[in-house]
């Protein structure tokens, strides 16, 4: 079993800076891809961002510049570096990693199945 904990959500003005944590505990051998979605109000989830187990990004167009993934393995983590928000970032943020638990096993993204649960709420004001 693997919990995803997200945190660093929170209401900011427009042009502020908040930066989103999501950390995995339980059963893990190994992460490969780990990302980033969004889901704002009467639309429909969007991948913004995700990075690969080299490093290497990809993110939306609309947040190219200002959004920044990195990750940390060591302790199953990955954040999003938000700069110069903009009311239109406003939604709920959802992290999904891929996690192999043990060397045997296949890789799967826990916790995103039909349920999402309740992610992090980013409230940009104008």
């Known amino acids: 079993q693997v919990q995803l904990v997200e945190s660093g959500g929170g209401l900011v003005q427009a042009g502020g800076s908040l930066r989103l944590s999501c950390a995995a505990s339980g059963s893990i051998f190994s992460i490969s891809d780990m990302g980033w979605f969004r889901q704002a109000p009467g639309r429909q989830r969007e991948l913004v961002a995700n990075?690969?187990?080299?490093?290497?990004?990809n993110y939306v167009d609309s947040v190219k510049g200002r959004f920044t993934i990195s990750r940390d393995n060591a302790k199953s983590t990955v954040y999003l570096q938000m700069d110069s928000l903009k009311p239109e970032d406003t939604a709920v943020y959802y992290c999904?990693?891929?996690?192999?638990?043990?060397?045997?096993?296949?890789?799967?993204?826990?916790?995103?199945?039909?349920?999402w649960g309740q992610g992090t709420q980013v409230t940009v004001s104008s």
């Open positions: 999904v990693l891929n996690i192999q638990p043990d060397c045997s096993g296949s890789y799967y993204y826990p916790g995103r199945g039909d349920s």
């Open positions: 990075i690969r187990s080299d490093g290497t990004s």
